[in-house]
């Protein structure tokens, strides 16, 4: 059975940091894509950042571009998106996915907060 | 970056009632198209892929067709575990995109 199970989420202040991990089971995970999409509160779905297989490629939304880092550990079966600079708008449940014709499979999300 | 228009924004059918919701794409996404349903407090699952392919799992009342710039979502015979909140996204090209996603409640 797949899983996709998020940590490290919480309160923070803006200007803060936070990491974010995603640790997967029941699938080959060094063979697929990764990607971490956020949900503001009451809002749609955005996607935000992709990582391939082997990490040679990473793509961004422009939103986060410069501020976010998506990195990965085959060995750990562990995804990371490292938040740097944070904003009130980053407040969002941020889910983990994999990479399969879309998203098959998602995790159940970590809340980000960000207020003073 | 492309955008996905979804409509209607919300839905509000009969048990037994057939729906549709459309999506369109700002350009030809050449079927690179996928619905998620999303339940309250749940995250979003994947319903359909490649516009018109049901995931593992998914009842056969749920549809999907299209092609180009235009697709759309059907659900057959509506039941009431299918009132959630549901999402078209395309993966032709980065930034992928969602559309804004459809309310459906029962009337």
């Known amino acids: 059975e797949v899983q996709l199970v998020e940590s490290g989420g919480g309160l923070v202040k803006p200007g803060s940091s936070l990491k974010l991990s995603c640790v997967a089971s029941?699938?080959?995970?060094?063979?697929?894509?990764m990607h971490w999409i956020r949900q503001a509160p009451k809002k749609g779905l955005e996607w935000i950042a992709l990582i391939y297989y082997d990490s040679s490629n990473k793509y961004y939304a422009d939103s986060v571009k410069g501020r976010f880092t998506i990195s990965r550990d085959n060995s750990k079966n562990t995804l990371y998106l490292e938040m740097n600079s944070l904003r009130s708008e980053d407040t969002a449940m941020y889910y983990c996915?994999?990479?399969?014709?879309?998203?098959?499979?998602w995790g159940q999300g970590v809340m980000v907060t960000v207020s003073s | 970056d492309i955008q996905m228009t979804q409509s209607p924004a919300s839905l509000s059918a009969s048990l037994g009632e057939t729906v549709t919701i459309e999506c369109r794409a700002s350009e030809d996404i050449y079927s690179n198209l996928a619905w998620y349903q999303q339940k309250p407090g749940n995250s979003p699952q994947l319903l359909i892929y490649d516009a018109n392919s049901l995931a593992d799992g998914v009842p056969s009342r749920f549809s999907g067709s299209g092609s180009g710039t235009q697709y759309s979502l059907k659900i057959n015979s509506l039941q009431s575990e299918d009132v959630a909140s549901y999402f078209c996204q395309q993966y032709n090209n980065y930034p992928y995109t969602f559309g804004a996603g459809t309310k459906l409640e029962l009337k």
């Open positions: 996915a994999k990479d399969e014709l879309g998203f098959d499979y």
């Open positions: 029941g699938f080959t995970f060094s063979s697929y894509g």
